[in-house]
Nanobody
Framework: QALLVESGGGLVQAGTTLRLSCTVSGRTLSDHGLGWFRQAPGKEREFVAAINWSGVTDYADSAEGRFTISRDNGKNTVYLRMDFLKPEDTAVYYC????????????????????WGQGTQVTVSS
């Protein structure tokens, strides 16, 4: 069983930066891909960014150029740095682990992930 714990959310003004963290236990992070998703009130959960086991990244159009996903295998932690935040980025952000090892492409579909964190709230005021 893997356990994922997110942190770093908060209430910020538009245009500022937040960095979310996702610390994983129960798995060796270097063998797995991880994704970040978000869910705004009344909306479906959507893909934000992913990083595969070797560090290859993938971003949703809404995140490209503003968000950066990275990983520190020594700390078993994945980060999501969010720059130039907008009110429409307001959501609960979740990290998720793909339990298949060393998959070439980390998926964008939530159903392809096996373990999820509890989520961290990000609220961006205008």
């Amino acid at each position: 069983q893997a356990l994922l714990v997110e942190s770093g959310g908060g209430l910020v003004q538009a245009g500022t930066t937040l960095r979310l963290s996702c610390t994983v236990s129960g798995r060796t992070l270097s063998d797995h891909g991880l994704g970040w998703f978000r869910q705004a009130p009344g909306k479906e959960r959507e893909f934000v960014a992913a990083i595969n086991w070797s560090g290859v990244t993938d971003y949703a159009d809404s995140a490209e150029g503003r968000f950066t996903i990275s990983r520190d295998n020594g700390k078993n932690t994945v980060y999501l740095r969010m720059d130039f935040l907008k009110p429409e980025d307001t959501a609960v952000y979740y990290c998720a682990l793909d339990d298949r090892t060393r998959r070439r492409l980390t998926p964008r579909q939530a159903d392809d992930y096996d373990f999820w964190g509890q989520g961290t709230q990000v609220t961006v005021s205008s």
